[in-house]
């Protein structure tokens, strides 16, 4: 059985804060609990100090490209958190490479909101 949605915390990952706005609106209307990081140190630093389900992380982020923060959160943190990557620049090269690197599932942006929930829940399916 999975946990309900309302136990989950979903690390937001995204320099464009009205974007990470509206991802954090429409997560927590889902029954998610979010918390928003606008560059790769800050997200170090939260992903170091607290517990989250799940990472929506951006690869164009500032200090700690969102490429180096997957890989910094596989190989030297040892997580196998669930990572979504969603990004602009997604090209089938760029996934391959994503998902050899650890990410969970590449989302193309601007990802809509039916695509995001669907992708969350199949993270937790049984």
């Not at 690390?11 to 990470?20: H, P």
């Not at 990802?111 to 049984?126: D, K, N, P, T």
């Amino acid at each position: 059985m999975t946990e309900p949605a309302e136990s989950r915390r979903i690390l937001i990952v995204d320099e464009d804060a009205l974007l990470a706005e509206v991802l954090e609106l429409t997560l927590n209307r889902a029954g998610y609990r979010s918390t928003v990081a606008h560059d790769g140190r800050s997200a170090q630093a939260l992903l170091n100090k607290e517990r989250f389900d799940a990472v929506l992380l951006e690869l164009a982020i500032p200090l700690l490209d969102g490429s180096r923060l997957l890989r910094w959160l596989r190989q030297e943190l040892g997580s196998t958190l669930p990572v979504l990557v969603h990004s602009a620049v997604v090209s089938p090269d760029k996934t391959r490479e994503l998902v050899a690197c650890g990410a969970t599932e590449v989302l193309g942006k601007p990802v809509g909101i039916a695509r995001l929930r669907e992708a969350l829940a199949r993270l937790w399916q049984a």
